[in-house]
């Protein structure tokens, strides 16, 4: 499992706001659906960032070792506390791996059981196969309900505007 141990210094960037030009810097461009259902679109002008419906985060966008991250507020915790693969949020690798929107239509997932148990399938995903005694299963969540998944994963406010502990839930990484 990735965790998100260090983060170098990038911008914080509401929706839709444009940043100068990314496409020279890591030598691709497309478009990609990230598991929350955000869309991030990188050219030669530069990169934008279209919230999922009726999402309204704001985006920690990072430039590291020539690679773009785009990281959604609401995905933070989660990939501080090692639930999340950073690899889901890096738009160059998932545009080199040819996982952006003009190549998949789904994204591929690995589940893991936090007890090390049978992988639970994740709320919206299809579940490929089960690898017995590792507790992890390849799935897959389309691009179209990616947000409905990724709303499974979010834990609730509670009532102090806490987070509530995560420990227990699912871990998913990116193949």
């Known amino acids: 499992m990735i965790v998100a141990g260090y983060l170098i210094a990038g911008g914080t ?3 839709a706001q444009a940043a100068e030009p990314v496409s020279s810097v890591t030598g691709v461009s497309g478009s990609v659906t990230l ?4 869309r991030v679109t990188v050219t030669a002008n530069g990169h934008r960032i279209e ?29 501080a506390q090692g639930l999340l693969d950073e690899r889901l949020f890096d738009v160059t690798q998932l545009l080199t ?3 952006g929107d003009a190549h998949k239509a789904e994204i591929p997932l690995i589940v ?4 090390g148990k049978a ?8 579940k ?15 691009k179209v309900t990616a947000g409905q998944t990724w709303q499974s994963l979010v834990p609730p406010i509670t009532g102090r505007g806490q987070v509530e502990d995560l420990a227990g839930r699912e871990a998913a990484h990116h193949p």
């Open 112 to 115: 893991q059981s936090a007890e």
């Open 13 to 15: 960037t509401s929706a």
């Open 97 to 99: 791996w040819r996982y």
């Open 128 to 142: 490929a196969k089960e690898f017995a005694g590792l507790g992890l299963a390849a799935t897959s969540v389309s």
């Open 35 to 38: 598991l929350t259902g955000d």
């Open 119 to 126: 992988a639970q399938a994740l709320s919206g995903t299809r």
């Open 51 to 79: 919230p999922g419906p009726g999402r309204k985060e704001r985006f920690d966008v990072q430039r590291r070792q020539g690679h773009l991250h785009v990281i959604p507020e609401d995905a933070k915790r989660l990939l």
